[in-house]
């Protein structure tokens, strides 16, 4: 029973493409989150979502544009990728009750740019 | 600039030694949270301090809050091998749940 899912796990594309990962929760909770780590594996928040209305957008290149079908599903499109956006991508959920708030992350989705 | 200076970078230590992480600020958080990573894997919480002077303990390791809410330090005790990975402090404000991640520390236990 995964908490926190994300697909695909790895993701190698050439630059100039357009690419999706989704993040599935079945937590139940309200408030969904995208983080992008680094090489140096520096975790830095891009996105939150509560109750499928977007909360926190840090200064993120439009390029990317989350979307929240439903509460348990947050989903990051890429478009005209570029080298720089080679890291681990991490989905996370919390109850968003207020803070703080006990953030589960899912595994990752490892992108590659070529 | 990272708001949270974690320190040191990277850390190996023999198995049964002690060893001190230290996350440091100059903002003030409302609470702050420690996380560990794994290879291939997302962070998962250990422990969230949210008082000033707030001691805490998980079996080995102690978790403690400054007083005056802007840095924290996480204490292993006779470390074993189980406890190697990427030790995250994240600091939260009061309004709103975006988290600050320092750059983190990554513990190596040798046996």
């Known amino acids: 029973d995964t908490a926190v899912s994300q697909t695909p796990k790895y993701l190698v594309t050439q630059m100039g493409n357009d690419k999706s990962i989704k993040c599935e929760q079945n937590l139940g909770h309200d408030t969904m989150y995208w983080y992008k780590q680094d090489s140096k594996k520096f975790l830095k928040i891009m996105f939150s979502y509560n109750n499928k209305e977007l909360i926190i957008n840090e200064t993120v290149p439009n390029r990317f544009s989350p979307k929240s079908p439903d509460k348990a599903h947050l989903n990051l499109h890429i478009n005209s990728l570029e080298l720089g956006d080679s890291a681990v991508y991490f989905c996370?959920?919390?109850?968003?009750?207020?803070?703080?708030?006990?953030?589960?992350f899912g595994p990752g989705t490892r992108l590659t740019v070529l | 600039t990272q708001l949270l200076e974690q320190s040191p970078q990277f850390l190996s230590i023999q198995e049964g030694e002690n060893l001190t992480v230290y996350c440091n600020s100059s903002s003030v958080f409302s609470s702050l949270q420690w996380y560990r990573q794994e290879p291939g894997e997302g962070p998962v919480l250990l422990v969230t301090?949210?008082?000033?002077?707030e001691v805490k303990k998980l079996k080995r390791l102690t978790f403690q809050f400054g007083d005056a809410r802007k840095d924290s330090s996480l204490h292993i005790t006779a470390a074993q091998t189980g406890d190697t990975g990427l030790y995250l402090c994240?600091?939260?404000?009061?309004?709103?749940?975006?988290?600050?991640f320092g750059g983190g520390t990554r513990v190596l236990v040798k046996p």
């Open positions: 996370a959920s919390s109850p968003g009750a207020g803070a703080p708030d006990t953030q589960y």
């Open positions: 994240a600091g939260g404000k009061a309004a709103g749940n975006k988290l600050t």
């Open positions: 301090v949210v008082t000033g002077g």
